[in-house]
């Protein structure tokens, strides 16, 4: 059975990076490709100074011993403001919509609005070989039903520091949020990123994000995905988009949980328009 799912998983990334291919077919002139290919090296830094807006969508296999399908879509709007001349400020917010199956059940399900997660990052508006940046991280109890998130407001540091040789991007991002009124909030993010981007705008990476809900039994603890996205950024008439597309399979995951993910991802970049 676990053989039939890696295959599957397999096959499905490989029509999967296929379909992003022809969708992403750049039928600019090479000036704007230059262009396509400088933002996309810019969008792999997280605390790039570009208002964007992506729109994320997963798709979780195999929950539970019916084998059911949880659809999360994300919409992720990154929001930067320069403070001074020294630090600007990055406003981050994840707005998730679910669609939960009933991992007990062969069927019936739970559609709705998730708990909003917040972060507001302080970081430096000239970057050195380290970029970084610092702030809180909020759990906002936004949720329609109890089984789409936690009921609980939390609060926690987050951080990201990485560094960009070439055309590389490496990095990490991590918060914790714990919820302060009881103790039935205490929750871990965290994402390593390794990101390659060619000079035709495509790119290559690996973003594993890594959880832990501490309150859970032993074992039922993390979730770990591990695969690989590719992209490219294609910018139509004078709006750039960046497309995403990957998937993952969970080499550490609770009983209930996925065993494996398809990933899609089309983002709306706002650059600075030069004067």
């Known amino acids: 059975m676990r053989k039939i799912q890696v295959t599957r998983f397999l096959l499905a990334i490989s029509f999967l990076f296929i379909g992003l291919q022809v969708m992403a077919q750049d039928t600019n002139a090479p000036s704007g490709e230059s262009d396509a290919a400088k933002l996309a090296k810019e969008t792999a830094n997280p605390l790039a100074a570009m208002i964007s807006v992506p729109f994320q969508f997963n798709f979780n296999f195999g929950l539970g011993e019916y084998n059911r399908t949880q659809t999360l879509i994300n919409v992720m709007p990154a929001i930067p403001f320069r403070l001074n001349d020294k630090f600007n400020v990055l406003n981050r917010i994840i707005l998730p919509v679910l669609i939960q199956p009933d991992v007990s059940e062969q069927s019936g399900s739970t559609f709705g609005l998730g708990s909003v997660n917040y972060s507001m990052f302080l970081t430096p508006a000239d970057a050195g070989k380290i970029i970084w940046g610092i702030g809180p991280a909020f759990n906002i109890p936004t949720r329609t039903n109890n089984l789409l998130g936690s009921p609980e407001f939390g609060i926690g540091p987050t951080l990201i520091v990485l560094t960009m040789p070439g055309n590389w991007a490496l990095g990490l991002t991590v918060n ?56 490219k950024v294609v910018i139509f008439g004078k709006q750039p988009v960046k497309f995403i597309g990957g998937g993952s399979y969970y080499v550490l995951k609770p009983d209930a949980g996925p065993t494996w993910q398809l990933f899609a991802q089309v983002v709306l970049l706002f650059p600075k328009r030069k004067k």
């Not at 103790?183 to 690996?206: D, G, I, K, R």
């Open 176 to 231: 914790n949020v714990w919820s302060y009124t009881n103790n039935n909030l205490n929750a871990l993010f965290s994402q390593v990123f390794v990101v390659y981007t060619f000079p035709s705008a495509w790119f290559v990476q690996m973003m594993p994000t890594i959880t832990a809900n501490w309150n859970a039994e032993k074992g039922q603890k993390w979730s770990f995905p591990l695969g690989a996205n590719m992209g």
